[in-house]
């Protein structure tokens, strides 16, 4: 466990945030800076093959120690963090035997994680819990996965009693900002199927997320002095007022959960002249899917009617549903929760409300399933990880792989 928690630690102190602005792959430089540790430490644990192309994709191989044909699988994770909060001087504590109490991330801010707001805590009472300082996240956004798979590749390696077939093992950049699977070589890659390790509490299997769309709205208006604006006027920051309140009002993160879809205003910004909404769409079925994405074409329509042709959308489909892909070879799920049965993990198997890679890697011919990583509260200064979670993980990796080998 020790060992699981270092290499951990490690991998969060190195900043890895994308930039959903740029147009490079990876999206910032300092992804390159964890990419270059992994590919080191891939060839320090005895992998193979380890490649790292122009664009940061890593790729290794552990051959198979087996005088059996047997189905080559992969893993994968990606090693970037979310834009949406800063990833930068990552500072975890260390809480050792949690006692179910408050838990004090930064005193002088007065910022607490409280099993009173957050009750999946209670469950780790008594592990060792990695949190932030109050300041960052954390990284368990997928350093936790990262590092579950490190380990058991290296476990792997040192243990050849246990039987496996050719494992191939994949980290990617930019899945936070939804192309983390765009110049991924699935061929190259080789295998039947993957896993992503890039889910949350301990036993979770997902093979089901949302489709998912984004969308931008910009509003031209037209600026007069409001003395003497009655007809002449055009607030671009009312418009998007009204665009705001057309959508339905209880259709949102907030107030939706399971397949239920929303959307979701996640900026705004704007002045009399000019303003400007991004917004995303989500739904696990496809047809509501496409009516939720007409019915914002809807809204715009009728407003450009009204204001004279004064709104630019544009809708960009970012990924749709791994089930249609995964269905086919459900087995590759009835492995993983065989998987976790084994080790007396309950398997939580459930939507993702959200993406992983392996719904972009699905549609591209490597059915990709998402296993836990093992982490809490994403994307923000109250994530946190329990080091048991991620020992379980690796366990689970491992017995994936012989499973597969004794089929």
């Known amino acids: 466990m020790q060992d699981i928690l270092d290499r951990f630690l490690s991998y969060v102190k190195i900043d890895t945030q994308s930039d959903a602005s740029s147009n490079t792959t990876p999206s910032t430089a300092k992804q390159w800076d964890l990419a270059n540790k992994l590919v080191t430490e891939l060839k320090e644990i005895g992998m193979q093959d380890v490649t790292i192309d122009e664009n940061a994709y890593i790729m290794a191989t552990l051959p198979s120690n087996v005088d059996k044909d047997v189905p080559t699988i992969g893993f994968v994770a990606h090693f970037d963090t979310t834009p949406d909060f800063s990833g930068t001087n990552v500072n975890p504590q260390i809480i050792r035997n949690y006692d179910g109490k408050d838990i004090v991330l930064n005193a002088e801010k007065n910022i607490i994680l409280s099993p009173d707001y957050f009750e999946d805590l209670m469950q780790y009472k008594g592990q060792t819990i990695v949190t932030t300082d109050g300041t960052t996240l954390l990284g368990a956004d997928d350093k936790a996965g990262i590092t579950e798979i490190m380990t058991a590749m290296e476990y792997l390696v040192a243990h050849p009693e246990v039987k496996h077939g050719k494992i191939r093992v994949g980290f990617t950049p930019d899945e936070e900002i939804g192309r983390g699977a765009h110049k991924f070589d699935v061929e190259k890659f080789g295998a039947e199927w993957a896993y992503t390790m890039d889910g949350s509490q301990i036993g979770e299997l997902e093979y089901e997320n949302f489709n998912a769309a984004g969308a931008n709205i910009k509003i031209h208006g037209k600026s007069v002095h409001p003395g003497y604006a009655k007809g002449k006027m055009i607030n671009a920051i009312g418009i998007a ?50 009516n939720r994405k007409k019915g914002l074409e809807t809204i715009i329509f009728k407003l450009n009617e009204k204001y004279n042709n004064c709104i630019e959308l544009s809708i960009k489909d ?24 084994a080790l007396n993990i309950t398997p939580i198997i459930k939507p993702i409300r959200g993406g992983t890679d392996g719904s972009q890697l699905s549609y591209m011919g490597l059915p990709c399933p998402n296993i836990f990583a093992g982490g809490h509260n994403f994307h923000g200064k109250y994530e946190y990880v329990p080091v048991e979670s991620m020992e379980k993980a690796v366990e689970v990796i491992v017995k994936i792989c012989e499973l597969t080998a004794t089929k």
């Open 241 to 290: 007022q009204e665009i705001m309140a057309a959508l339905p009002k209880n259709e949102v993160p907030e107030q939706t959960s399971g397949r239920e879809g929303f959307y979701h205003i996640h900026t705004i910004k704007g002045e009399i002249e000019n303003a400007e909404l991004g917004l995303i769409i989500r739904d696990h079925d496809r047809n509501s899917f496409e």
């Open 318 to 341: 970012q990924y749709f549903n791994m089930k249609e892909k995964v269905m086919p070879v459900y087995h590759i799920v009835e492995t993983a929760k065989e998987a976790m049965e």
